[in-house]
């Protein structure tokens, strides 16, 4: 049940109505005159729903209803009109209202007027559960892909260094190699060079493919 409602309409007679009907079902009424009395009171308060009168000095209905849409979360919409026009229901619903409702001027379209008052506020309810729910989601997605941009950017500067490490033990090797009197010595170091130029092309190989699951030992 909406508990703070605008209501605009022109006739002072059916505000009143408005006022007693929705009051008695424990619905507080802001009732104003016209169009630029509800932006005024819509600046001023915070509404669960608008009814706005179709025809209305100095703003329109319609013309109110473009206004409200284009304040952030503005509340849900209802257009009210006396003419039995169904153009003036497309239009209203074309340009952003929740509901119409067909006004009368003994004051019975009230329980109507109620209804849709209710569906609105349910419905907006929903609608901001679900952008929060979307919100939240995408808040969390951006959350995952910017950690897993980070894991990659260490994982690629691991590999970067233990490749450079692997490099730096065979230069070693081979510079002992070199330097080495010793005939079985200088294999020796030599075979150890060439094992671990082994491991880091495998670590090479594991690292830049998509397949970590298997490696053709033969080829090193």
């Given at each position: ?114 209804a849709a008052l209710q569906a ?101």
């Amino acid at each position: 049940m909406p508990k703070n409602v605008l209501y605009a309409d022109d006739d002072p007679g059916l505000r009143r109505l408005v006022e007693r009907g929705l009051g008695a079902q424990g619905v507080q009424v802001v009732a104003v005159e016209d169009g630029l009395a509800a932006m005024e009171a819509i600046q001023k308060e915070e509404f669960d729903v608008v009814a706005l009168d179709h025809y209305m000095p100095r703003l329109d209905g319609l013309g109110a209803l473009q206004r409200i849409h284009e304040m952030p979360n503005h509340p849900p919409v209802i257009i009210v009109t006396g003419a039995q026009d169904s153009g003036i229901a497309v239009n209203a619903l074309k340009a952003g209202a929740f509901d119409y409702v067909v006004k009368d001027a003994s004051g019975q379209f009230v329980p109507l007027l109620l209804a849709a008052l209710q569906a609105a506020v349910d419905a907006m309810r929903m609608r901001r559960g679900r952008e929060a729910a979307e919100a939240e989601l995408r808040e969390q997605k951006d959350k995952f892909e910017k950690l897993a941009t980070e894991r990659a950017l260490l994982l690629r500067e691991v590999n970067h260094r233990v490749g450079n490490s692997l490099q730096l033990i065979a230069a070693f090797l081979q510079l002992q190699a070199s330097g080495a009197g010793n005939a079985d010595v200088k294999d020796a170091l030599t075979e150890a060079m060439r094992r671990v130029m082994a491991v880091a092309q495998v670590h090479k190989r594991l690292y830049t493919s998509n397949d970590v699951q298997s490696v053709s030992v033969d080829q090193y």
